[in-house]
Structure formats: structure tokens, C-alpha cells
């Protein structure tokens, strides 16, 4: 299994509604990754969890909550998001080459819209 | 810091065409360099990527070659199908930060038949 599979593909919720992304991957890779990407820009990172803790975390709003409950799943928890939180939430893993470049694989994402 | 610059789009091609997308980096450090490739309503898929100076990435007709002594990582086909158009990313990882990649600002290409 090569793959980074995120659930929902499209979500649409109301800024009181609390929700959440779910991301997996089976090639057992030690970090995991939230991006998020608006339209016509390149993806910005989120999060970073190595070894299921939590690493990074890019300054962002607490109105979204991270969570890696086991090396292979991570999930993004949403409550009281505002309209401009729209975009698509892209979720990655990866693992170092031979190179020792670490090489990240990204989901399809998952198409958020906050009415 | 670290950064990446690429070309601005949109680029549009016809079939068969030549194809050059200029990125160049600024880094501290050795980076790698990666291009990602996004098709319409998916998610980024790794083109291809290289580590070290005079390294050469290929995949599907694609390649770039890492410069080092012109910071640059130009992703380059030599006949362009229908099937490439997408937005390319042009991006940098340095070596122990965790993997997070620097992006370019991507630059959406349109191929014509």
C-alpha cells in the first residue's frame, strides 16, 4: 500500500458545527503532515507529528486541533471555523530515503467549505 | 531563509512542445529539490526529486538537474501531452527539518491538441 487516503473528500459545515478530517496510511512511515491549500496558492503546513507526537505546529488558530492517535492514522479536528478556513486540507507522510531526503506522499485531500 | 522561485503562469503549450519551468532556491544548508505535480481537484503527487549537486531527476519524460552553483532545479519535457496539464510545484527540503518542504508559488500549464 502506497497510498494516503483522507476522509471526507468535500465537507461543508456551518461555523458552529464541530467536525473532523481523517487521514491513514499503512507504509508505515513515522511523520504525518496537515497542509492547507486556497485556491491558486501552494500548500502551506499546519502540523508536523514525528513518531506521533506532535512537532510543529505553524501558529495555528486553536479553532483547529490535531490528533495522531496511532502511527498510522491522524486526524484534524474543526470547531468554530470561519469562512475564510475554506480550502482544501491536504494530509502526507513520509520517511527518509536512501538518501536521507525525506520524501513526503500526499493524499487527494479533503475539500473543506465553512458557510 | 530558505525559499523557492518559479516561473509565473500560466504557461500554455500545444501537443508535442517543448517545456521548461524555471525554479531556482535559496537554502543555507544541502537541500533536496523536489517537483510536485497537481492535477485538477487532487492532491500532489511527487514528479520527481534530487538530492545532491549534478543529480538528474526523471520520471515520465520529465527531468531536472540540481545546480548547485546556479541554485536551480529547471523541470524540463521534451514533448509535451494533453494529459501534463496540471500546476507544478517546484519544492526544497532541508536536511533535518522534519521533511517540511518549501514550495514555489506553482505554475498551472495547459497543454492544447
Known amino acids: 500500500d502506497t497510498e494516503v487516503t483522507q476522509t471526507p473528500k468535500h465537507l461543508v459545515m456551518g461555523m458552529t458545527n464541530k467536525k473532523s478530517l481523517k487521514c491513514e496510511q499503512h507504509?508505515?512511515?513515522?511523520?504525518m503532515y496537515w497542509y492547507k491549500q486556497k485556491a491558486k496558492k501552494p500548500p502551506e503546513l499546519m502540523f508536523v507529528y514525528s513518531y506521533e507526537k506532535l512537532s510543529i505546529n505553524e501558529s495555528v488558530p486553536s479553532r483547529f486541533s490535531p490528533e495522531c492517535p496511532n502511527s498510522s492514522l491522524l486526524n484534524l479536528h474543526l470547531h468554530a471555523l470561519q469562512p475564510e478556513d475554506s480550502a482544501l486540507y491536504l494530509c502526507a507522510s513520509s520517511q527518509a530515503d536512501r538518501s536521507g531526503a525525506n520524501v513526503l506522499t500526499f493524499g487527494a485531500g479533503s475539500r473543506l467549505t465553512v458557510l | 531563509g530558505n525559499s523557492v522561485t518559479q516561473m509565473e503562469g500560466p504557461v500554455t503549450l500545444s501537443e508535442e512542445a517543448f517545456l521548461t519551468i524555471n525554479c531556482t532556491y535559496t537554502a543555507t544548508g544541502y537541500p533536496s529539490l523536489f517537483w510536485y505535480v497537481q492535477y485538477p481537484g487532487e492532491g500532489l503527487q511527487l514528479l520527481l526529486k534530487a538530492t545532491k549537486a549534478d543529480d538528474k531527476g526523471s520520471n515520465k519524460g520529465f527531468e531536472a538537474t540540481y545546480r548547485k552553483e546556479t541554485t536551480s532545479f529547471h523541470l524540463e519535457k521534451g514533448s509535451v501531452q494533453v494529459s501534463d496539464s496540471a500546476v507544478y510545484f517546484c519544492?526544497?527540503?532541508?536536511?533535518?527539518?522534519?521533511?517540511?518542504?518549501?514550495f514555489g508559488k506553482g505554475t498551472k500549464l495547459s497543454v492544447k491538441p
Open positions: 507504509m508505515g512511515h513515522r511523520a
Open positions: 519544492a526544497l527540503s532541508e536536511r533535518g527539518s522534519q521533511g517540511n518542504l518549501i
